[in-house]
Nanobody
Framework: VQLQASGGGLVQAGGSLRLSCAASGRTFSRYVMGWFRQAPGKEREFVAGIRRSGDSTYYADSVKGRFTISRDNAKNTVYLQMNSLKPEDTAAYCC??????????????????WGQGTQVTVSS
């Protein structure tokens, strides 16, 4: 599967952005999907994940209550709604697909397919 993320940009602290990740192919609903981010000089970290049917989500503590992950299997797309953005949210955000797991995993190694990043910059 090929993944294409979009929706990044420059926003002031306290603002919102919505990221989208479009997947190719007809098996999108079979993948657990995740969003990760990587800030300069830091390791890539898990942000949020969602199960195949969308019935369960999981968030990193740093974004819980501010970010919402969702998916539309009919459109082969996963979203990340980001509210109350902080300067520390600045990073390149990318989506990833896990073809093997039933449950959401936060480990990078669990994900099989990765999209390119979309830059999110939050100014103070």
């Amino acid at each position: 599967v090929q993944l294409q993320a979009s929706g990044g940009g420059l926003v002031q602290a306290g603002g919102s952005l919505r990221l989208s990740c479009a997947a190719s192919g007809r098996t999108f609903s079979r993948y657990v999907m995740g969003w990760f981010r990587q800030a300069p000089g830091k390791e890539r970290e898990f942000v949020a994940g969602i199960r195949r049917s969308g019935d369960s989500t999981y968030y990193a503590d740093s974004v819980k209550g501010r970010f919402t992950i969702s998916r539309d299997n009919a459109k082969n797309t996963v979203y990340l709604q980001m509210n109350s953005l902080k300067p520390e949210d600045t990073a390149a955000y990318c989506c990833a697909a896990d073809q093997s797991s039933t449950y959401i995993r936060s480990e990078r190694s669990r994900y099989d397919y990765w999209g390119q990043g979309t830059q999110v910059t939050v100014s103070s």
